[in-house]
């Protein structure tokens, strides 16, 4: 018996020892990226792809900071508001709009809105949206995409769509099938099927109607295709769809309360979104996607940004990442700030007429010797998101700081009520509501410099842009 036991232990063992053999042979020539000594990903937050190869030292297409944008004379304005905040002066270009739109009451500026999931349901850019709104006038919720995986959580407009749509996301697909577009995602009606999209209106201030809907969507060369708008039971209106341009627009009706457009025939055609605004005063577009470093807005396509920026006019391009790099087991982000660069000078270029602001990640908390302390990485990735803003004439807000600094999250968990969630990294509604005050009081202060510096005569109007054209 006592043999027998033996055995079992013996065979055991070299069970065990084999099985170390094969895995050990097995990381040796399999991608080191499969097993992560230092890379374990934090709960409930994911990455994109070209994060992963840029940390990895993998091949990566972004450009790197040297090739940054030139700054110009006209760029550099001295605007100084807060410990918060650095570099605003590089916001004159979308401070001149605002000051055109206060002063004539007329025009509209316009706002990209680049987050992940912080951004989540429109949380945080929907209130900064309404605040811009209330100043400075502007009705609608922007332009929304045609699928988007936060859409049950968005409560400033109901969106819904068929199961069918075939979306390609920049966040896990580096070569679409056709470019994306500014929400980072391209999606296409499968053939002979029924698809569809459906926008409701709710009950939000400045945007309780579907403000003059207009499809976007590329080129093909399928030209038989149409779409059939319903904004009620007994009304519906057919359009062709015209496929002629890299980038096509299609006005679908008046301002109406909901929406429904299906789709017949248009297989092959990229499809882009839908943008709903009345014209005038502010409009802010949401642009997040969970998991996203930021990395991947290098994947965009510059003629089809251009096309689109002729038509949207963009101002302002805000960038809030930091998030979905954290809590990789580094607190070297000198990578990061690099790569961050040459997206910077990447966007420069597909929106020519924008400013630029980076928003920095804010706190997040991890358990530490028992206790929920600041991540020790974030202050390093702060700093080399602020070394990136200040190489690439970018204004700059410290939301980390903005918040409260070290210990932080810890005490917006702990408010009563609470502002943010028990992961300790992602905020709620009351607390996206805060910081979207945070922000905008932020930017608000640096155009309240920008006006006096203006009005005394010690800064001049910037020269009126002739090459874009508001046709929507």
């Known amino acids: 018996m006592e043999q027998k036991t033996n055995n079992y232990f013996f065979k055991s063992f070299l069970t065990i020892v084999i099985a170390i053999g094969i895995f050990w042979g097995l990381k040796q020539v399999l991608p080191g990226r499969l097993f992560p000594e230092s890379t374990a990903a934090i709960s409930g937050i994911v990455i994109d792809s070209l994060a992963l190869d840029a940390m990895s030292n993998d091949s990566l297409s972004i450009s790197e900071g040297d090739s940054l944008v030139s700054d110009t004379l006209i760029n550099r304005v001295k605007i100084e508001t807060s410990d918060n905040s650095e570099g605003i002066g590089n916001l004159v270009n979308f401070y001149e709009k605002l000051y055109d739109l206060e002063t004539s009451g007329k025009g509209k500026v316009r706002i990209a809105y680049f987050g992940d999931s912080m951004n989540d349901g429109d949380l945080i850019v929907q209130d900064i949206r309404s605040a811009y709104q209330n100043q400075y006038g502007g009705k609608g919720v922007g332009f929304v995409g045609i699928t988007s995986l936060s859409a049950s959580a968005r409560y400033s407009v109901t969106h819904q769509f068929s199961k069918n749509w075939e979306t390609q996301s920049f966040l896990n697909v580096k070569k679409p099938k056709r470019a994306f577009g500014v929400d980072g995602q391209v999606s296409f009606v499968p053939r002979g099927s029924q698809t569809w999209l459906k926008y409701t209106a709710n009950d939000v201030a400045n945007a309780t109607l579907l403000y003059n809907p207009t499809l976007f969507y590329g080129s093909s060369s399928n030209h038989n295709a149409s779409v059939n708008i319903s904004f009620s039971k007994d009304s519906t209106v057919r359009y062709e769809l015209i496929t002629s341009k890299l980038l096509n627009t299609l006005k679908l009706?008046?301002?109406?309360?909901?929406?429904?457009?299906?789709?017949?025939?248009?297989?092959?055609?990229?499809?882009?979104?839908?943008?709903?605004?009345?014209?005038?005063?502010?409009?802010?577009?949401?642009?997040?996607?969970?998991?996203?470093?930021?990395?991947?807005?290098?994947?965009?396509?510059?003629?089809?940004?251009?096309?689109?920026?002729?038509?949207?006019?963009?101002?302002?391009?805000?960038?809030?990442?930091?998030?979905?790099?954290?809590?990789?087991?580094?607190?070297?982000?000198?990578?990061?700030?690099?790569?961050?660069?040459?997206?910077?000078?990447?966007?420069?270029?597909?929106?020519?007429?924008?400013?630029?602001?980076?928003?920095?990640?804010?706190?997040?908390?991890?358990?530490?010797?028992?206790?929920?302390?600041?991540?020790?990485?974030?202050?390093?990735?702060?700093?080399?998101?602020?070394?990136?803003?200040?190489?690439?004439?970018?204004?700059?807000?410290?939301?980390?700081?903005?918040?409260?600094?070290?210990?932080?999250?810890?005490?917006?968990?702990?408010?009563?009520?609470?502002?943010?969630?028990?992961?300790?990294?992602?905020?709620?509604?009351?607390?996206?509501?805060?910081?979207?005050?945070?922000?905008?009081?932020?930017?608000?202060?640096?155009?309240?410099?920008?006006?006096?510096?203006?009005?005394?005569?010690?800064?001049?109007?910037?020269?009126?842009?002739?090459?874009?054209?508001?046709?929507?």
């Open 253 to 472: 009706s008046p301002s109406t309360k909901t929406l429904k457009a299906t789709f017949e025939k248009a297989d092959s055609i990229p499809f882009y979104g839908i943008n709903f605004d009345d014209g005038s005063g502010v409009h802010v577009d949401n642009f997040s996607l969970r998991g996203n470093s930021g990395l991947p807005l290098s994947l965009f396509n510059k003629d089809l940004m251009n096309a689109l920026d002729r038509v949207l006019n963009y101002d302002l391009i805000v960038l809030q990442y930091g998030t979905n790099v954290l809590g990789y087991g580094t607190t070297d982000y000198s990578w990061y700030e690099s790569k961050m660069s040459g997206v910077v000078n990447h966007l420069q270029q597909c929106f020519p007429n924008a400013s630029i602001l980076i928003i920095s990640t804010g706190d997040r908390a991890v358990k530490t010797n028992m206790e929920m302390q600041t991540d020790k990485a974030v202050e390093p990735l702060v700093k080399h998101q602020k070394l990136y803003a200040e190489g690439t004439h970018s204004g700059f807000i410290n939301l980390y700081t903005l918040m409260g600094g070290y210990g932080s999250m810890v005490k917006w968990v702990q408010e009563n009520p609470s502002l943010a969630n028990k992961d300790y990294t992602h905020f709620n509604q009351k607390g996206a509501k805060k910081i979207g005050g945070l922000i905008y009081g932020e930017l608000d202060k640096g155009y309240f410099e920008y006006k006096k510096l203006r009005e005394s005569g010690r800064i001049s109007a910037r020269p009126k842009n002739s090459t874009q054209s508001d046709d929507l």
